[in-house]
């Protein structure tokens, strides 16, 4: 079999590039680790930026998006019980929407089938071959047969832990990582939001979180300890941790209810450059990884996307490889400003440390943030999306 380009990872980056290539008639297969019904299980990012949505737009899976998001125009940081609003409208004319990384997946995965172009879930041992030479390769295993497919570029949308960047040459990859001393306690549930914002809360018991996925669906976050145990934390314990650390109103307006979701997460700061080897080209958590805290993995995701469809198509359509030999360092610039949005509000609303003088910086950053337009519009400008 040969196909023009193959797509390794059917999460939302991998989908999102091969329904943009099936749109400009450039032929694609996605092979997937997982079942499909596995790879919509996964709850993630929820904040999506308009460059985001644009490209949602662009593939035709936007309709659900623009009826069930929820469009918000600034964001709530709640500094020990007293709250400040950050109006993205006001400071830079954009706005973010609220939408599920689980319900873009479910449209991408729709598109993909109404357009019929082939995915391969359940797609065992994928392996690369001949990234440096002319022709590159795949070969993988699936309903107890072995495959192998020859195409002219490898896109690489398999996550931290897929093959693609372990099929690099080690010697080419240069890894920037930090690694943090916490974690995030995640609870999805079926009560109604405490505000129709997000609210980051910086608090002396540590860092919180309320979000939500819908009118009725709230999402919460508590940093906890990464030797935590998940099966120590029943709803009940969960709820009476969140409770003191939100200000007065959040908390008269808290609806607890039953988890139907829970879990915690590390946080980590990861970059592999460069996010090009030859024929293969690394998109999203194949190439980077940024805390929660910033909102921009997904967005990082869908970054890389723009840049490498638009590199192929300019590719096959205009017979240039101006964008395939800058993809790299053009995702990476963006990937870098992402980097540290997401570490700064990480080491600004945590409890990083015991250390008062820590303590106080933290307050100082925030206090200059909510008092300083200039520092405000950087905010809002880097929570939005900046431009390309």
């Known amino acids: 079999m040969r196909i023009q380009v193959v797509i390794i990872g059917a999460g939302p980056a991998g989908l999102l590039l091969g329904q943009l290539l099936h749109k400009r008639g450039i032929d694609n297969i996605i092979l997937e680790r997982q079942t499909a019904e596995h790879v919509l299980g996964r709850i993630r990012a929820g904040v999506i930026e308009?460059?985001?949505?644009?490209?949602?737009?662009?593939?035709?899976?936007?309709?659900?998006?623009?009826?069930?998001g929820l469009v918000h125009d600034g964001v709530q940081i709640c500094v020990d019980g007293t709250r400040h609003r950050?109006?993205?409208?006001?400071?830079?004319g954009k706005t973010v929407m609220v939408y599920g990384q689980t319900e873009i997946t479910k449209d991408l995965m729709d598109g993909r089938d109404a357009a019929g172009a082939p995915t391969v879930y359940s797609a065992?041992?994928?392996?690369?071959?001949?990234?440096?030479?002319?022709?590159?390769?795949?070969?993988?295993?699936?309903?107890?047969?072995?495959?192998?497919?020859?195409?002219?570029?490898i896109a690489g949308c398999d996550g931290f832990h897929g093959i693609s960047r372990k099929s690099?040459?080690?010697?080419?990859?240069?890894?920037?990582?930090?690694?943090?001393?916490?974690?995030?306690?995640?609870?999805?549930?079926?009560?109604?939001?405490?505000?129709?914002?997000?609210?980051?809360?910086?608090?002396?018991?540590?860092?919180?979180?309320?979000?939500?996925?819908?009118?009725?669906?709230?999402?919460?976050?508590?940093?906890?300890?990464?030797?935590?145990?998940?099966?120590?934390?029943?709803?009940?314990r969960f709820w009476e941790e969140l409770k003191p650390r939100l200000d007065d109103d959040a908390r008269e307006?808290?609806?607890?209810?039953?988890?139907?979701?829970?879990?915690?997460?590390?946080?980590?700061?990861?970059?592999?450059?460069?996010?090009?080897?030859?024929?293969?080209?690394l998109a999203g958590d194949a190439a980077h990884i940024v805390p929660p805290t910033?909102?921009?993995?997904?967005?990082?995701?869908?970054?890389?996307?723009?840049?490498?469809?638009?590199?192929?198509?300019?590719?096959?359509?205009?017979?240039?490889?101006?964008?395939?030999?800058?993809?790299?360092?053009w995702a990476l610039a963006r990937v870098w400003k992402a980097e540290r949005f997401s570490w700064w509000m990480t080491m600004t609303l945590h409890r990083i440390s015991d250390n008062p003088f820590d303590h106080q910086l933290q307050l100082a950053e925030l206090d200059y943030l909510f008092?300083?337009?200039?520092?405000?519009?950087?905010?809002?400008?880097n929570y939005v999306g900046l431009p390309y």
């Open 253 to 281: 307006r808290l609806v607890t209810g039953p988890s139907i979701e829970k879990s915690i997460a590390p946080l980590r700061s990861f970059v592999a450059e460069p996010m090009r080897f030859g024929r293969l080209f």
């Open 124 to 153: 065992q041992d994928v392996s690369v071959h001949g990234i440096s030479g002319d022709r590159a390769r795949v070969s993988y295993r699936a309903g107890g047969r072995s495959h192998e497919i020859a195409c002219d570029f």
């Open 86 to 92: 950050l109006s993205f409208k006001e400071l830079t």
């Open 168 to 236: 690099a040459p080690a010697r080419a990859i240069s890894a920037y990582e930090r690694v943090y001393p916490l974690g995030w306690l995640g609870i999805l549930s079926d009560t109604p939001p405490v505000s129709e914002e997000l609210i980051y809360v910086r608090h002396p018991l540590g860092f919180a979180l309320c979000s939500m996925r819908s009118p009725t669906r709230s999402r919460y976050y508590l940093q906890c300890s990464l030797a935590e145990d998940i099966e120590s934390w029943p709803d009940e």
């Open 371 to 381: 008092r300083s337009k200039a520092a405000a519009t950087a905010f809002a400008e």
């Open 50 to 68: 308009q460059v985001t949505m644009d490209l949602l737009d662009e593939a035709g899976v936007g309709a659900r998006m623009h009826t069930d």
């Open 294 to 329: 910033g909102a921009k993995g997904l967005n990082l995701a869908a970054s890389d996307v723009r840049y490498l469809s638009r590199a192929l198509i300019e590719h096959y359509q205009d017979k240039s490889d101006s964008g395939l030999d800058h993809y790299s360092a």
